[in-house]
């Protein structure tokens, strides 16, 4: 089956705790991104790659990490996490015709609701 | 910041009526997508229209672009209670920095009565 998975589903973490959050497709899509999701707020992107070792910072980049060594997965990494990291979080990935630059829509996977107390 | 913004926030109406939403941007597009969220699952996709287009059908669902005034919008005809769900507009960006950024509309809440 087509998929984005994401680990784990639910954390709760403390304040400066590191954590990493994966998040992996077995679509061979080029594109890989992470969002949050917080009320009122709408999705914001943190970080997007179009391709292996290419990342690029989304809206919302600060405090984040994230490294594309292969196609199928893309970590999030959080090396200090805060209360203000608090949220839902999406990880999606497309199709890229990268030489048309064509974008495709985004397949999302499940989410992580992520809580730094 | 978010470069689409949607309205109306909230929209309720009753089965077999049409839903029409709508979506501003500010900056260059590549395409436009339209996505629907069930209460905090995952997003799923709905339609995308590329900047070159300016009408697009899917079954019960009509999106239109107009880059000259940045905006696009999508009607769900004969709405169902099914439909009920918030939706969500998403454009991605054509070049400089914002090149393959996706950057997301705060979304409609729509609810669809039986």
């Known amino acids: 089956e087509a998929q984005v998975t994401q680990n784990p589903r639910y954390l709760i973490t403390v304040t400066g705790k590191k954590l990493t959050v994966t998040c992996s497709q077995n679509?061979?899509?080029?594109?890989m991104s992470w969002y949050r999701q917080d009320p009122g707020l709408g999705l914001r992107q943190i970080y997007y790659?179009?391709?292996?070792?290419?990342?690029d910072k989304g809206d919302v980049p600060e405090g984040y990490k994230v490294s594309r060594k292969e196609k199928r997965n893309f970590p999030l990494i959080l090396e200090s996490p805060s209360p203000n990291q608090t949220s839902l979080y999406f990880c999606?990935?497309?199709?890229?015709?990268?030489?048309?630059?064509?974008?495709?829509?985004?397949?999302f996977g499940p989410g992580t609701r992520l809580t730094v107390t | 910041s978010q470069q689409g913004e949607e309205d109306p926030q909230a929209l309720s109406i009753q089965e077999g009526e049409n839903a029409t939403m709508n979506c501003s941007y500010k900056?260059?597009?590549?395409?436009l997508q339209w996505y629907r969220q069930n209460s905090g699952r995952g997003l799923v996709h709905l339609i995308l229209?590329?900047?070159?287009?300016r009408e697009k059908h899917s079954g019960r669902l009509r999106v239109t672009l107009d880059t000259s005034k940045k905006s696009s919008s999508l009607l769900i005809t004969a709405s169902r209670a099914a439909d009920t769900a918030s939706y969500f507009c998403?454009?991605?960006?054509?070049?400089?920095?914002?090149?393959?950024?996706?950057?997301f509309g705060q979304g409609t809440i729509l609810t669809v009565h039986p």
């Open positions: 790659s179009m391709n292996v070792e290419v990342t």
């Open positions: 900056t260059s597009i590549n395409n």
């Open positions: 998403a454009t991605v960006g054509a070049g400089g920095t914002s090149y393959g950024k996706l950057t």
């Open positions: 999606a990935s497309s199709l890229f015709g990268g030489t048309s630059g064509t974008f495709y829509e985004q397949y």
């Open positions: 679509m061979n899509h080029e594109y």
């Open positions: 229209i590329r900047s070159n287009e």
